[in-house]
T-cell receptor, first 114, second 115 residues
């Protein structure tokens, strides 16, 4: 079965420091890959996605992620954290081409320290 | 900016009761979904719906669950006889067509508490 691994439920980062959230997936076929963000009392918002083409994808709010097939990874980064980045971040995959079913990781709660 | 809306935001019900969770997807979207998140666990796929029929469902989506698009705007999830383990946050999502099929837009969720 397809699985998505996000290590560390809570991630603390200082304001201005690099944000790095790791995501690894298990799949014999490269899936479609996504990062979602959830702010308090809001729905999941799509940050960025990879389906085909360039493996480094840029999303909203200064985030980017790189698909590395050899490492089965899709880590999310942002060079400089802002207080407004405090939220929960979910990595997700669509494992099969004829499916729209998203499989989610457990999420990372990001805390930004002033 | 168009968004997915869900009502109610919080529903409390007694075990064995029927509940209907309501969603209004983005108006020109064609694909509709329900997901749920039990407290402390992953967001899980329940069902997808396209062209007025279920296109895919998970093993969670048993005979207790049903979905319907009763008119041109609403998309509902019905749980016939709720169990304690149905307590979760339920998210509705929708997506467009072509390359946008894979961009799912989520609503804010309905927190269902079964007592």
């Amino acid at each position: 079965a397809q699985s998505v691994t996000q290590l560390g439920s809570h991630v603390s980062v200082s304001e201005g420091a690099l944000v790095l959230l790791r995501c690894n997936y298990s799949s014999s076929v490269p899936p479609y890959l996504f990062w979602y963000v959830q702010y308090p009392n809001q729905g999941l918002q799509l940050l960025l996605k990879y389906t085909t083409g360039a493996t480094l994808v840029k999303g909203i709010n200064g985030f980017e992620a790189e698909f590395k097939k050899s490492e089965t990874s899709f880590h999310l980064t942002k060079p400089s954290a802002h207080m407004s980045d405090a939220a929960e971040y979910f990595c997700a995959v669509i494992p099969r081409r004829r499916s729209n079913r998203l499989a989610f990781g457990k999420g990372n709660q990001v805390v930004v320290i002033p | 900016e168009p968004e997915v809306t869900q009502t109610p935001s919080h529903q409390v019900t007694q075990m064995g009761q029927e509940v209907i969770l309501r969603c209004v997807p983005i108006s020109n979207h064609l694909y509709f979904y329900w997901y749920r998140q039990i407290l402390g666990q992953k967001v899980e796929f329940l069902v997808s719906f396209y062209n007025n029929e279920i296109s895919e469902k998970s093993e969670i989506f048993d005979d207790q669950f049903s979905v319907e698009r009763p008119d041109g705007s609403n998309f509902t999830l019905k749980i016939r006889s709720t169990k304690l383990e149905d307590s979760a946050m339920y998210f509705c999502a929708s997506s467009g067509w072509g390359a946008r099929t894979y961009e799912q837009y989520f609503g804010p969720g309905t927190r269902l508490t079964v007592t």
